[in-house]
């Protein structure tokens, strides 16, 4: 059974990459995949009560993630449709893509810090969208969106979900973890920024002609309370999480629920035709469905390589095979890029002892950094990665020849800083 789910998963992960060659949309391969893998396992399966409960259990996951999706897609989609992006890109002056590219690369690791890496790609891209003309310049722009996102998720706490983990489980304290991964994560971003700054020297680019719904439909007024609520609520979310213990996808649905009824209360005296454009219910209708498709099979698919203890075993390999601890943890950062990186993270906790490795030790801290910026390699490799896809519609196949050598260059010289500066520390 074991290998039959490992050959299903490796073909269904071609399609997905192949998608264009072989004109197969990836959320239909991505689907399918899930589905088939779950046959299998309960088919072949044993104990089928025990299955039924793991599907339960890994649906509820699932749907954390996907509602959480959903609701921050659906809040950038409000604030767009009241022009709520005019406020950040009427402040931009300079025409250079260089000058362009530090900036958002810098608010991107900052702001993923913050919030998380997921939304942040999220309204990030989206905000590229509205300055940058060009698809090949708003292609290179997502792409280092997704790096400067995840490197900036990795050294915070709150940043990522796999730090999110350590963190509650308490293998590292969040003090610790700022201390120890900034500057590795500063460089994961840095050296991929500075090729990508060389190659675009000299460039200049163009914001696109959007189309103007006029002062009188989206007055400054309108404009600026949905722009500042819809950010408010972004930014709270790990607030949320804090204070009340809930998921986070509860913060964000509790948000956009407050977003959606201020929206009512402004446009109540418009015209049915004149509000509609506005309103969330219509925001629910252009966000891209497809993609959350294919996340929800990703993510399902991923989980039955975890139920059937597939990761764990490849953990176990490494352990045996390579030995040396600090290899281990940057071939299980090599492998986030491939699949999901909180499985391999919880068998990693599972597989080391506290005992042996104490909280902001060597292994949790590198472990944090590898499995949050090796996702960066292939553009499917994380959750900031699969949301850039779906907004631009980057190819796998174009993210792998033109950013994953970048990507692999950033994640092999941050991690050589934090060997350096722990020994040095240490």
């Known amino acids: 059974m074991l290998i039959a789910l490992s050959a299903v998963f490796v073909v269904v992960y071609a399609a997905i990459a192949l998608e264009h060659p072989i004109r197969i949309d990836k959320s239909a391969s991505a689907l399918f995949g899930a589905g088939l893998l779950w046959s299998i396992y309960a088919v072949v399966g044993h104990d089928h009560e025990g299955i039924a409960e793991q599907l339960r259990e890994t649906i509820g996951t699932t749907a954390g993630i996907i509602f959480f999706l959903m609701g921050a897609m659906t809040i ?14 009427s402040q931009i002056r300079t025409k250079k893509l260089t000058t362009l590219m530090w900036l958002v690369c810098g608010v991107t690791f900052f702001l993923s810090a913050a919030l998380d890496n997921l939304t942040t790609a999220i309204v990030m891209v989206s905000l590229i969208g509205k300055l940058l003309d060009k698809q090949s310049d708003r292609l290179l722009f997502a792409a280092m969106i997704v790096i400067a996102a995840n490197a900036g998720g990795a050294w915070s706490p709150i940043g990522d979900v796999t730090t999110t ?25 840095l050296i991929p920024l500075l090729v990508v700054s060389y190659q675009l020297r000299g460039k200049t680019f163009t914001a696109p002609e959007l189309e103007r719904r006029g002062e009188d439909f989206t007055p400054a ?12 609520v972004l930014i709270l979310v790990p607030a949320f999480k804090a204070v009340t213990h809930l998921p986070p996808f509860m913060g964000i649905l509790f948000g956009l629920g407050t977003l959606w009824l201020a929206g009512e209360v402004i446009h109540r005296r418009k015209q049915p035709q004149e509000r509609k454009q506005l309103t ?47 290899a281990i943890v940057i071939a ?31 292994l949790w801290e590198f472990i944090a950094y590898c499995a949050g910026t090796g996702g960066s390699i292939l553009i499917i490799g994380s959750a900031a990665g699969v949301a850039a896809m779906g907004i631009e519609k980057i190819q796998f196949i174009w993210y792998m020849r033109r950013i994953s050598g970048l990507a692999l260059l950033g994640y092999f010289s941050g991690a050589a800083v934090y060997i350096l500066q722990y020994r040095m520390f240490h």
């Open 221 to 232: 007024f309108e404009r600026n309370v949905i722009f500042t609520l819809g950010v408010a």
């Open 280 to 326: 969330v219910a219509h925001a629910l209708t252009q966000i891209d469905l497809s993609s959350i498709v294919f996340f929800l099979g990703i993510l399902l698919s991923v989980a039955t390589l975890e139920h059937t203890k597939i990761l764990t075993a490849l953990a176990g390999w490494l352990d045996q095979t390579i030995g040396r601890t600090d």
């Open 332 to 362: 299980l950062g090599l492998l986030s890029a491939i699949v999901d990186n909180v499985p391999l993270v919880a068998a990693s906790m599972g597989m080391y002892a506290m005992a042996q490795y104490p909280p902001d030790s060597f």
């Open 165 to 189: 983990m350590l963190w509650i489980g308490g293998q590292i304290t969040a003090l610790e973890i700022v201390k120890a991964l900034f500057l590795a994560s500063v460089v994961n971003m």
């Open 76 to 89: 950038v989609e409000v604030i767009d449709a009241h022009d709520g992006f005019e406020i950040i890109t």
